[in-house]
């Protein structure tokens, strides 16, 4: 073998080593719920480790291997260290899942049967009805993650907690449009389930901010 097909091949073998260290940074249950809250905010150890039911000491250390892979950046604010993922995570985090649902579609949330069907994935009729001013967006995740939300200037987005949903009140002449942290969120299930109790139209939208964001930019109404 020459010398220069031999320098390449040994630097093809450290590319394959890079890819292999970066995907054991991923390889783990608990670095995945990690990746899924940290998709839509910085946070601290101690509000993933509540978030993900693990010892802050665990959660720490899953971290720390996360940042050593280059998945996630650290910055500090006031006494707190944030934990922020790289933007190049959040797009692979985005292709990963829809290659998880190509390969095993079976690996859903089963939404339809623990609380009916409660999905709307049509975005045409999504941005049909809010461009007819016949429908909200409500963003029900908690304070902590949507502080930063893209959507607050838009007049037809809320943001009002899981937990705060109850002391609300709708016009229920329009459909709720319930967004959460995306298609594996239960969150946004069990709220829509708790509004039609109340006798609201809503739906469930199995999108992330970053899919939402995107149809709503595409349809011109952002």
């Known amino acids: 073998m020459n010398a220069k097909l031999l320098q390449t091949k040994e ?35 101690e509000v993933l480790a509540d978030k993900i039911g693990q010892s802050v000491a665990n959660t720490s250390m899953h971290l720390r291997k996360m940042y050593g892979a280059g998945l996630v950046k650290v910055s500090v604010v006031g006494q707190r260290r944030l934990y922020t993922l790289e933007t190049a995570v959040l797009h692979f985090w985005e292709k990963a899942q829809d290659l998880l649902q190509e390969l095993h579609p079976e690996l859903n949330l089963k939404t339809d049967e623990t609380y009916g069907d409660i999905d709307w994935e049509l975005s045409g009729e999504l941005v049909k009805r809010l461009k ?15 502080k930063d939300s893209p959507f607050s200037h838009l007049s037809f987005y809320q943001q009002i907690p899981a937990s705060e949903l ?3 009140n709708f016009n229920k002449t329009k459909t709720l449009f319930i967004f959460c942290r995306g298609r594996f969120c239960a969150l946004s299930a069990d709220s829509v389930f708790q ?15 970053f899919e939402l964001k995107n149809i709503l930019k595409g349809a011109k109404i952002w």
Do not use: C, M, T
């Not at 292999?20 to 783990?28: D, F, T, W």
């Not at 509004?195 to 901010?209: E, I, Q």
């Open 166 to 168: 109850s002391k609300e």
């Open 132 to 146: 007819e001013n016949s429908a909200l967006i409500i963003d029900v995740r908690p304070d902590d993650e949507a």
């Open 195 to 209: 509004l039609r109790k109340k006798g609201y139209k809503a739906f469930r939208l199995p999108y992330s901010w």
């Open 11 to 45: 630097n093809q073998n450290e590319i394959f080593e890079g890819l292999s260290s970066l995907l054991l940074g991923l390889a783990s249950p608990v670095r995945i719920k990690l990746i899924h809250f940290l998709s839509q905010s910085p946070l601290s150890v």
